[in-house]
């Protein structure tokens, strides 16, 4: 903890709350107080609808907060304000943000259909217009895909393409992933085996990992730290406040 504390955050929040409501339901995600320390793995445990992808979707600056007190991502040169970034409408700065220090894995993986193996797992490096080099064939590799770089998702099992996809959020060299239920879509023997090659790609490479999950038993066993969370309803199931603290 001491060594923590020397080192900044790579994401620090305080008082941000998201509020979501429908004509018969409201729901509340409330963050009274969040660092994360780079190279941390950090899990957040629990049921469908108690607001997991609500909040990576705010630390991935793809959903705004509907307030905040403090909420600060330092994973480039200089920390960057994304409360002020929110308020100003500056999409472009946290579209660029997102560029080039995320990295996402999706529930369904989320490649494109009319890509190979390969295309997917180098779109953000083309994007970003990085030079060729041997990244994705490493990648490759290390994911057991290498036979399968010029097959389309389509070809591919469903192990297999979240392999891709896990492939394809490392490929630009990226401060943070972010992991939506990267495993809810396999069986439980091929989650355990995809989810333990994947914290071990990320701890080599020292990428802050953050995973949404509803297994707690095999998340713990590698090592990540559970982000506190409590959800209460309302006695009539018309309202819901999450609140996540850590």
Not at 99 to 108: F, S
Not at 156 to 183: F, K, N
Not at 223 to 234: D, K, P
Request: some cysteine.
């Amino acid at each position: 903890m001491a060594e923590q504390e020397e080192r900044k955050p790579i994401y620090e929040l305080r008082d941000v709350v998201k509020k979501r409501a429908s004509d018969s339901y409201s729901f509340s995600l409330r963050v009274p107080s969040l660092r994360i320390f780079p190279g941390e793995k950090i899990a957040l445990i629990g049921e469908s609808g108690c607001g997991k992808s609500t909040l990576l979707d705010m630390l991935a600056f793809v959903l705004q907060p509907t307030s905040c007190e403090e909420f600060v991502f330092a994973a480039g040169d200089e920390p960057e304000d994304i409360s002020a970034a929110w308020r100003r409408s500056r999409r472009n700065r946290l579209a660029r943000l997102r560029r080039h220090h995320l990295g996402y894995v999706m529930q369904t993986g989320g490649l494109l259909p009319y890509l190979t193996v390969r295309e997917n797992m180098n779109l953000s490096r083309r994007i970003l217009g990085m030079k060729k080099d041997d990244t994705v064939d490493e990648l490759a590799e290390e994911l057991g895909l290498s036979r399968h770089l010029g097959k389309l998702p389509s070809e591919l099992s469903t192990g297999e393409r979240q392999r891709v996809a896990i492939g394809r959020a490392l490929a630009h060299r990226p401060s943070i992933v972010i992991a939506d239920e990267p495993t809810a879509s396999v069986d439980p023997f091929a989650a355990e085996k995809i989810m333990a090659l994947f914290i071990e790609m990320v701890e080599q490479r020292n990428i802050t990992v953050i995973v949404a999950s509803h297994a707690w038993r095999h998340i713990k066993q590698l090592g990540l730290r559970r982000l506190a969370h409590h959800t209460r309803r309302s006695k009539d199931g018309h309202a819901a406040e999450t609140v996540v603290s850590g």
